[in-house]
């Protein structure tokens, strides 16, 4: 059986040499005394724990995996759409994690982390061989009821941000006064449970500014949301007579839909968007899927240490793990990431595993750039459960009816969160 010194051994004399030319990588082998931490995924899971591990466990290699050199931020991206903020406002990059922290960024896309051999395999064939690996992929989309691969260019989910995110304003900039701008909203479980009510509430506020006479409507595929009582609060306090919210009970559910056309049939009609913003249901982003790590839609993980529960040395982190009853966020992969590197780090030392430090989520949504409300909880998390700790006090919601005041800071707040996201992973 080929074992993984000997397995080095092969690799060294096929790639080598190309990928030191491409990464700075000096030697592809990994040395029986050396570590070697690989990273796929440059997002809020993936990004912070490169970073932190490097911080726990100085002398290991840290080499991240990133198919883009450009990172987009889902969060703020309902700003840009809104027009207040242009894209460049959520665009960060990998120099500072590259030069000051002396990580190695690989811009490839990965094919497989492959759990029998412990090697990253790129789409380009090259092999990396890996002491542990992480998996940060973020999410997929199912595509069904019509809404296929391409169908992003006539109805953007602008759920993954970049490209989308810019689209999705375009239409939106675009489109008549008295135009019909309609969300299909997705089943849980879902990325950032607030995000689609945050955008309607940014898109009203654009549009009641620029374009008075339109309407929004919301077709939902469940009965209730995240934030709703506070979100509703401020829809009729903000927008009333814009926004038109449809549960999936009561004329939500989407039938089919014809994306080049923006009409969306549900049980009882057509509508006929002028702007379709189709978020389909989701699943973890694929790599998860061709890395074996997914059981049905999902990454199962031992919750105290992030490791797969079904291949050994990977961990997987973010919207892709199952960690409910954390949010699929920004915030909760930041803070899963690092108590995956803080195990890893133990684990590479021959320390043992710790009982993890309290994980966190808060999420901040603005209805209006002076109208913040959000939503924060602190979760214990056991090897096979994570449990929310709200019953000792932990956590909670914005007042509801609260004052002016209170929500103008929050709204502060929430660009307060994310400068200090933002620094926390990439500076
Ligand atoms: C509209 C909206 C608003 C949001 N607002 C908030 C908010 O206010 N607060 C908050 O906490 N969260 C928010 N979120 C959620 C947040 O964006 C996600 O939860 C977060 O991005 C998840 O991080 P991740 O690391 O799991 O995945 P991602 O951030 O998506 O990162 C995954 C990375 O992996 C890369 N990748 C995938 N496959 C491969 C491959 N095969 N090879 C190489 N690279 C690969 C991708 O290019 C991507 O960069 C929002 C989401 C949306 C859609």
Redesign the pocket.
């Known amino acids: 059986m080929i074992n993984r010194r000997s397995f080095n051994k092969i690799l060294l004399g096929t790639t080598a040499l190309s990928l030191a030319a491409c990464t700075g990588i000096t030697e592809v082998s990994l040395p029986a005394n050396k570590k070697r931490v690989v990273i796929?995924?440059?997002?809020?899971?993936?990004?912070?724990a490169a970073k932190y591990i490097k911080r726990f466990s100085p002398d290991t290699e840290i080499i991240l995996?990133?198919?883009?050199k450009e990172?987009f931020?889902?969060?703020?991206?309902?700003t840009v759409i809104a027009g207040m903020n242009k894209i460049d406002y959520i665009k960060h990059d990998y120099k500072t994690l590259e030069k000051k922290y002396n990580i190695i960024v690989m811009h490839?896309?990965?094919?497989k982390v492959d759990g029998a051999t412990n090697t990253v395999i790129l789409?380009n064939g090259k092999v990396i061989p890996y002491t542990k690996a992480i998996v940060?992929?973020?999410?997929d989309f199912k595509y069904e009821k019509g809404y296929v691969e391409g169908s992003e260019k006539y109805a953007p989910h602008?759920?993954?941000?970049g490209e989308q995110t810019v689209l999705l304003t375009e239409q939106l900039h675009s489109m008549k006064d008295g135009g019909t701008f309609v969300m299909v909203a997705p089943q849980n479980p879902f990325?950032?449970p607030?995000?689609?009510y945050?955008?309607i509430s940014l898109v009203a506020h654009y549009l009641k500014e620029n374009k008075p006479n339109s309407k929004i409507i919301i077709l939902d595929q469940k009965n209730k949301f995240s934030k709703q009582g506070l979100f509703q609060e401020g829809w009729d306090k903000l927008y009333k007579d814009i926004i038109e919210w449809r549960s999936v009970e009561f004329g939500g559910k989407v039938v089919s839909v014809d994306p080049k056309n923006r009409v969306v049939k549900t049980e009882d009609e057509e509508v006929k968007a002028d702007v379709l913003n189709y978020?389909p249901d989701q699943k973890a982003?694929?790599?998860a899927f061709?890395s074996g790590l997914t059981q049905g839609d999902w990454c199962p993980v031992n919750t105290k240490t992030f490791e797969s529960k079904l291949v050994k040395d990977i961990y997987v982190?973010?919207?892709?793990?199952v960690a409910s009853p954390m949010?699929?966020?920004?915030?909760?992969?930041?803070s899963q990431?690092k108590i995956a590197a803080l195990q890893i780090s133990r684990i590479l030392a021959n320390q043992p595993v710790v009982n993890p430090p309290k994980l966190a989520?808060?999420?901040?949504?603005l209805v209006s750039p002076t109208y913040g409300i959000s939503i924060a909880a602190v979760y214990e998390a056991q090897e096979d459960k994570i449990t929310d700790l709200k019953d000792l006090g932990a956590g909670g919601l914005s007042p509801a009816y609260a004052d002016e005041g209170i929500r103008m800071q929050e709204a502060e707040y929430?660009v307060g969160?994310?400068k200090n996201?933002m620094s926390d992973i990439f500076k």
């Open positions: 796929v995924g440059g997002g809020f899971g993936g990004a912070t995996i990133e198919q883009n990172y931020t889902c969060p703020f991206s309902n490839e896309k990965v094919k789409e940060a992929p973020g999410i602008a759920y993954k941000a990325r950032c607030p995000g689609p945050e955008r978020i982003g694929k790599l061709d982190i973010g919207d892709a793990a949010p699929k966020s920004g915030f909760s992969a930041n990431a989520n808060t999420c901040y949504s929430a969160w994310y996201q």
